[in-house]
C-alpha cells in the first residue's frame, strides 16, 4: 500500500504503524477494574513495596543539585498491592523549586505518603550530592567542595521511629608505617570515610557540618578544590605531620562521632585507595551509645 510520505502520518504506517484497535475494555477510570486494591489473604504482609531510583530536583543548602530516591510503604496481607502512582503525587505535593531535602521536608512527604496509602508507615532515602563553600588553608581562595549524602526516615503513625545520615567523603591518609622506616618522605594516598550517623529527632542546624568535620580533621589532610602553591606546601606538611593507618582514623572519628549529643550510633568504613599496593586497605566498626 502506499501512503503520503509527506505526511507524519504517512511516514509512520510506510514504517509499520497501524490503527488503534477498537476495543472492547471500559476507558473510563470507574469502570476499570483496580486490582491493586484486592481484598483477601495474601500470605504474607510486607515490610517495603514502593519504587528506587527515582530521580528529583531537590535543593541542599545553597545550592540546587539532583536527588536519588528510594520511598516505600508497609503492605497489609489482605492487600494484593499499592498503587505506586500515588508515590510520586506524595513528593509532587512538596515541590517548590525544587524538594528540600532535609529531615522536617521528607517527614511531610512520608506523612503525606503513609496517609494517602493508609499504611501502617512509610521509609524513604533520599542521596544527593552536597556542595559547599571550602577556603584553600592558606590564600582562603574560596571554591565549591563536596560530599555525598544519604537522608534515611522512617514514620510511623505520622510519628518518625528512625532517621540517620549517611555521608560519604573523600581524605588524604599517609601511611605512619612508610614514614617510620624509610629515610625520606612516605607514600599517602586517597582515603574515603562513609559514616552512616542514627540521629535524634532535635538537630542543631550544623549537624552535618559536624559530622563531616569530624571525618575529615582526623585524617591527615582533607582535600580542598583549589590549591596555590603556599597551600600545597601547608597540606604536604600537614599530612606529614598527621600519619594515620585506616584503624588510626577510624578510631579517632569514632571517638568524637561518641561526643555529639545528637548522634545516638553510628557505623564508620575507612578505606585507603593504597599508592603502593594493587587492592585497598579498609576498616570498619558500629557503635550504639
Known amino acids: 500500500m502506499d501512503y503520503n510520505l509527506a505526511t507524519r502520518e504517512g511516514r509512520w ?9 477498537k476495543g472492547t475494555k471500559p476507558t473510563e477510570k470507574a469502570l476499570m477494574t483496580d486490582l491493586q486494591s484486592s481484598k483477601k489473604d ?14 528529583y530536583p531537590v535543593r541542599l543548602g545553597d545550592f540546587q543539585t539532583a536527588g536519588t530516591f528510594s520511598l516505600s510503604t508497609h503492605l497489609a496481607q489482605d492487600e494484593k ?26 517527614k511531610k512527604v512520608l506523612i503525606t505518603l503513609q496517609t494517602t496509602m493508609r499504611q501502617q508507615n512509610a521509609t524513604v532515602d533520599a542521596s544527593a550530592v552536597w556542595f559547599f563553600d571550602r577556603f584553600s588553608p592558606v590564600t582562603n581562595l574560596k571554591a565549591v567542595g563536596h560530599a555525598d549524602v544519604t537522608f534515611s526516615m522512617t514514620v510511623a503513625d505520622e510519628k518518625v521511629t528512625a532517621q540517620a545520615i549517611t555521608i560519604q567523603a573523600d581524605v588524604t591518609t599517609l601511611c605512619p608505617c612508610s614514614k617510620e622506616i624509610s629515610e625520606y618522605s612516605a607514600h599517602n594516598q ?3 570515610v562513609t559514616v552512616t550517623a542514627e540521629l535524634t529527632a532535635a538537630l542543631p542546624d550544623d549537624f552535618k557540618e559536624q559530622l563531616l568535620d ?4 582526623n585524617a591527615s589532610s582533607m582535600l580542598y578544590p583549589i590549591l596555590k602553591r603556599t597551600d600545597e606546601k601547608a597540606v604536604t606538611e600537614r599530612a606529614y605531620e598527621n600519619p594515620r593507618f585506616v584503624e588510626d582514623l577510624l578510631r579517632l572519628i569514632a571517638a568524637d562521632l561518641v561526643d555529639l549529643p545528637f ?15 594493587q587492592h585497598d586497605a579498609f576498616a570498619r566498626l558500629r557503635y550504639t551509645k
Do not use: W
Open 42 to 55: 495474601f500470605l504474607f504482609e510486607i515490610d517495603h513495596v514502593g519504587i528506587k531510583n527515582l530521580t
Open 214 to 217: 569530624a571525618m575529615e580533621a
Open 81 to 106: 498491592g499499592i498503587n505506586m502512582s500515588r508515590i510520586l503525587e506524595s513528593v509532587e505535593a512538596h515541590y517548590d523549586q525544587g524538594l528540600p531535602l532535609d529531615f522536617d521536608t521528607l
Open 190 to 192: 586517597r582515603g574515603v
Open 13 to 21: 504506517k510506510h514504517f509499520g504503524s497501524v490503527d488503534p484497535v
Open 263 to 277: 548522634v545516638t550510633g553510628f557505623e564508620i568504613e575507612c578505606r585507603n585507595e593504597e599508592s603502593i599496593h
